[in-house]
C-alpha cells in the first residue's frame, strides 16, 4: 500500500527558545524566510504524502493560519502583481493539512498515538520538526523508497559523535546492506557509554500502522513520557524495522546552534544572499582574528 499520510508532532513547548517561543511556537521561528514546519510540510509533499495532520498542543493556533489561506494577503499581492511573493504565499495550498490536539503532554509516543483514527489501518511516515534536512532526494522519499522494497517499517538514522549519543534514539544493528541496516535493538537514549552504536534515529520514520497498537499499551519510559523509540523495539519483534542511513546534511533546529547554523547553510544556498552572507562571516572572522578570540 503507498504511504499517502504523514503525521508531523508539534506539540513541544520549546523551552529551548524562550524567551521568543512565550507567545509563538517554536515551529514557526523562521530560517531566512519561512517558517521551520514549512521545510517539513514541503519535505512532505516533495516525498508524496497527499495528507498531513500536524499534532497541536496548547498556543499552537499560529500554525493552523499559516497553512490557511490569507486571502487578504494574496489580494493584495496580486492587485500589487507581486507574483513571486503570492506564488510563495500560496505555496502550502498543495496538501490537505489536518490537525488533532495532543491534551497532555505524555511524551512522542503519545502525539503520535493521538492521529490514529487518522492514519486506520495504512502505512504512514513521521517527520519531526526540530530536523530539517538537505538532500537532493527527499529524506522522507528515501525511506519510502525502502519501505517499498521491503514492505517494513523504515526509520531514518544518521551517524552521531560517540559523546551525543545519550540525546537520541540509537539503534543497534545487527546485519548491514548498503544503507539498511537490520537491527537488533533500538533504544532510547542511552548513556554515551552504554550506546551500542553512534547510529542515531533522526525524525524520518516509515511506519506500518501496527506500530499504533502497541502505542495503545506502551508504558511510560524515559523521562516520564511514552516513548516512540520504546515502541519501536517491541515491532521490531513481531516484523522487521530497518535503520536507513539517509543521505543528506541534517540540521538540528531545536537546538540553539544547530538553528544558526541551518540559518546560514540555507542562506548560503540562495544564490541572492550567498555573497553577502560570505562578505559578512569573513568579516566578523578578521575582526575575531584581530581580536585574538
Ligand atoms: C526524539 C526521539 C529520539 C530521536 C530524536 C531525533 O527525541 O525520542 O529517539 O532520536 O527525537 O531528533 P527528542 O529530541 O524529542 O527528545
Known amino acids: 500500500m503507498k504511504v499517502k499520510k504523514a503525521i508531523i508532532p508539534a506539540a513541544g513547548l520549546g523551552t529551548r527558545f524562550l524567551p521568543a517561543t512565550k507567545a509563538m511556537p517554536k515551529e514557526m521561528l523562521p530560517v531566512v524566510d519561512k517558517p521551520t514546519i514549512q521545510y517539513i510540510v514541503e519535505e512532505a509533499i516533495e516525498s508524496g504524502i497527499e495528507d498531513i495532520i500536524i499534532v497541536t498542543g496548547k498556543g499552537k493556533r499560529a500554525i493552523e493560519d499559516h497553512f490557511d489561506h490569507a486571502f487578504e494577503l494574496e489580494d493584495n499581492l496580486y492587485k500589487k502583481e507581486k507574483f513571486d511573493l503570492l506564488d510563495k504565499v500560496k505555496q502550502s495550498a498543495k496538501?490537505?493539512?489536518?490537525?488533532?490536539?495532543?491534551?497532555?503532554?505524555k511524551g512522542l509516543g503519545h502525539a503520535i498515538?493521538?492521529?490514529?483514527?487518522?492514519?486506520?489501518?495504512?502505512?504512514?511516515?513521521?517527520?519531526?520538526?526540530?530536523d530539517i534536512v538537505r538532500s537532493d532526494e527527499p529524506c522522507l522519499k528515501q525511506l519510502i523508497n525502502q519501505y517499498n522494497e521491503t514492505d517494513s517499517s523504515v526509520i531514518g538514522v544518521k551517524q552521531v559523535p560517540e559523546e551525543e549519543t545519550d540525546r537520541y534514539g540509537i539503534i543497534a544493528p545487527k546485519k548491514q546492506d548498503g544503507?539498511?541496516?537490520?537491527?537488533?535493538?533500538?533504544?532510547?537514549?542511552?548513556a554515551v557509554d552504554k550506546a551500542p552504536s553512534n547510529l542515531a534515529i533522526i525524525g524520518r520514520y516509515v511506519f506500518t500502522p501496527e506500530i499504533m497498537d502497541?502505542?495503545?499499551?506502551?508504558?511510560?519510559?524515559?523521562?516520564?513520557?511514552?516513548?516512540?523509540?520504546?515502541?519501536?523495539?517491541?515491532?521490531?519483534?513481531?516484523?522487521?524495522?530497518?535503520?536507513?542511513?539517509?543521505?543528506?546534511?541534517?540540521?538540528?533546529?531545536?537546538?540553539q546552534i544547530g538553528f544558526i547554523k541551518t540559518t546560514l547553510a540555507i542562506a548560503m544556498e540562495r544564490e541572492e544572499m550567498r555573497e553577502d552572507v560570505l562578505h559578512h562571516m569573513r568579516e566578523i572572522m578578521e575582526k575575531h582574528k584581530s581580536m585574538n578570540i
Open 95 to 105: 496538501v490537505d493539512i489536518h490537525y488533532i490536539r495532543q491534551k497532555e503532554p
Open 113 to 130: 498515538w493521538c492521529a490514529r483514527k487518522f492514519i486506520g489501518d495504512e502505512p504512514f511516515a513521521v517527520l519531526l520538526g526540530d
Open 179 to 190: 544503507r539498511l541496516y537490520e537491527v537488533e535493538h533500538f533504544v532510547e537514549k542511552p
Open 214 to 255: 502497541l502505542l495503545a499499551t506502551q508504558e511510560t519510559g524515559r523521562g516520564g513520557e511514552v516513548q516512540l523509540t520504546d515502541a519501536i523495539e517491541r515491532l521490531n519483534v513481531d516484523q522487521p524495522v530497518y535503520g536507513y542511513e539517509f543521505e543528506g546534511e541534517r540540521y538540528d533546529v531545536g537546538d
